[in-house]
Nanobody, 122 residues
Framework: QVQLVESGGGLVQAGGSLRLSCAAS????????MGWYRQAPGKERELVAT???????NYPTSVKGRFTISRDNAINTVYLQMNSLKPEDTAVYYC????????????????WGQGTQVTVSS
């Protein structure tokens, strides 16, 4: 079994910063892509950032230049540094990881965290 646990959400004023963390634990042989998504009330879940094991990152235009994703492969943790936050960044943020649970498992499976609320006040 694999668990992803997020932390670091909260309430911040517009222009402020927050740093989210997500630690993966359990039966893990290796992790491929890790990422963050968010879902605002009444909206679909959307991509925020992804990162490959080699550090290659991807961002949508809406957060590029303000958010930075990073990971520590030694401790199976992914981070999201969010700067210059805007009220429209308010959402529940979810981390995800493609995990290969055991040596005997040939494929990777996507796991999700429970989500952490980020609220940006104007």
């Amino acid at each position: 079994q694999v668990q992803l646990v997020e932390s670091g959400g909260g309430l911040v004023q517009a222009g402020g910063s927050l740093r989210l963390s997500c630690a993966a634990s359990g039966s893990i042989t290796s992790i491929n892509i890790m990422g963050w998504y968010r879902q605002a009330p009444g909206k679909e879940r959307e991509l925020v950032a992804t990162i490959l094991p080699n550090g290659l990152t991807n961002y949508p235009t809406s957060v590029k230049g303000r958010f930075t994703i990073s990971r520590d492969n030694a401790i199976n943790t992914v981070y999201l540094q969010m700067n210059s936050l805007k009220p429209e960044d308010t959402a529940v943020y979810y981390c995800t990881a493609d995990v290969r649970p055991t040596i005997a498992t040939p494929t990777y499976r996507a796991y999700w965290g429970q989500g952490t609320q980020v609220t940006v006040s104007s």
